[in-house]
């Protein structure tokens, strides 16, 4: 017959004593809730790749940003999530929408690559000193050089950095001549500059751009705000009107993103930049609007030496990881020989 019941709440166990002073111990196993804990590493690569991805809204770009296939980005978004133990992305939706915990992730990641990122570059910035001169057209210097120079500064504080801006095939012969030490540029077919390196960046998707409230481009000979003859957006824009049998004219040639962004603001003419270009009060114009869609260009970096200049070659770098998202591989850099260059 069962005795009387000794109950140690604190310690989860039941003492039954039974005659004749024989004890029996029951356990009591307690149940606890725990919040599903994180399974892996949020490794650099990963995190870089999840905020890629949310600023391109495109997995083709991110790979070809990359140099990897669609697949190896949809692995690392995977693997990700998995170390995260929790889904990044609501699933089932056309375009890309995070859920909580990506929403979550998404500061955490920023700050954690910028801290990375300038943890190498102060490393590797003790006693470097020099002066570079950095090329870069008007349109790129607008959107991509504030931040990333800015960021360089801080890094290399000894390093004192010259720009000039030009259109791409003036930079190709500035630097070909000796007078500047790397340059930013669009790739055009017939530019060929005396380098010692040409490395692909990224790939920019053209767009057109009018004003938000603006009717410019409903006009029978829709106006335009280009750059000048022989540049490549001007001709992609003026193909692509062509071939979808649009009528158009000049109404602005400008070397300046400047002249471009005044004209298309006053709606008296459309333009055409890169899609990383963003302009308050301008607003992307699409087949919607009577506009042909445009092809894209490729971003470069040309390099006129490499390892004579520790400075230029930083400043490079530096570039190639901020413009570029990543330090490239091999297969991005394009090398030339002496003999060629």
């Known amino acids: 017959m069962p005795g009387e019941a000794i109950n140690f709440a604190p310690l989860g166990t039941l003492f039954w004593s039974i005659p004749?002073?024989?004890?029996?111990?029951?356990?009591?196993?307690?149940?606890?809730?725990?919040?599903?804990?994180?399974?892996?590493?949020?490794?650099?690569?990963?995190?870089?790749?999840?905020?890629?991805?949310?600023?391109?809204q495109s997995v083709t770009r991110v790979a070809r940003r990359l140099n990897r296939t669609q697949p190896a980005i949809s692995l690392q978004l995977n693997r990700l999530s998995d170390a995260v133990g929790h889904p990044l992305f609501e699933s089932g939706l056309r375009?890309?929408?995070?859920?909580?915990?990506?929403?979550?992730?998404?500061?955490?990641?920023?700050?954690?690559?910028?801290?990375?990122?300038?943890?190498?570059s102060r490393l590797a910035s003790e006693e470097i000193a020099g002066r570079v001169t950095l090329g870069c057209p008007d349109l790129y210097a607008a959107s991509l050089l504030p931040q990333t120079l800015a960021s360089f500064k801080g890094a290399y504080p000894g390093i004192e950095v010259t720009v000039r801006c030009a259109l791409s095939a003036q930079l190709a012969e500035e630097i070909s001549a000796g007078r500047i030490d790397i340059?930013?540029?669009?790739?055009?077919?017939?530019?060929?500059?005396?380098?010692?390196?040409?490395?692909?960046?990224?790939?920019?998707?053209?767009?057109?751009?009018?004003?938000s409230s603006g009717t410019a481009f409903r006009e029978k000979t829709v106006p335009l705000a280009l750059l000048p003859e022989g540049n490549l957006y001007r001709d992609y824009a003026l193909d692509a009107l062509n071939n979808a049998g649009r009528a158009w004219r000049i109404a602005?040639?400008?070397?300046?993103?400047?002249?471009?962004?005044?004209?298309?603001?006053?709606?008296?003419?459309?333009?055409?930049?890169?899609?990383?270009?963003?302009?308050?009060?301008l607003r992307r114009l699409s087949e919607r609007d009577g506009m042909p869609p445009l092809p894209s260009v490729d971003l470069v970096l040309w390099r006129r030496q490499v390892g004579a200049f520790p400075a230029a070659d930083h400043l490079a770098t530096h570039i190639e990881r901020y413009v570029g998202g990543l330090a490239p591989t091999s297969q991005d850099v394009v090398r030339i020989a002496p003999a060629e260059a």
């Open 20 to 56: 004749p002073s024989k004890f029996i111990v029951l356990c009591e196993k307690q149940s606890f809730i725990y919040p599903s804990p994180m399974t892996g590493v949020l490794e650099i690569n990963l995190l870089r790749t999840f905020v890629m991805l949310l600023e391109e």
């Open 95 to 120: 375009h890309l929408r995070l859920t909580r915990h990506g929403e979550m992730l998404l500061p955490y990641a920023r700050q954690m690559l910028k801290m990375h990122d300038d943890a190498r």
């Open 183 to 211: 340059a930013l540029a669009t790739r055009m077919p017939n530019v060929h500059p005396s380098v010692a390196s040409i490395t692909l960046l990224r790939t920019e998707p053209l767009v057109w751009l009018g004003s």
């Open 252 to 281: 602005c040639v400008s070397e300046s993103i400047a002249g471009m962004e005044a004209m298309a603001l006053a709606d008296a003419a459309v333009t055409v930049f890169a899609e990383s270009v963003k302009v308050t009060g």
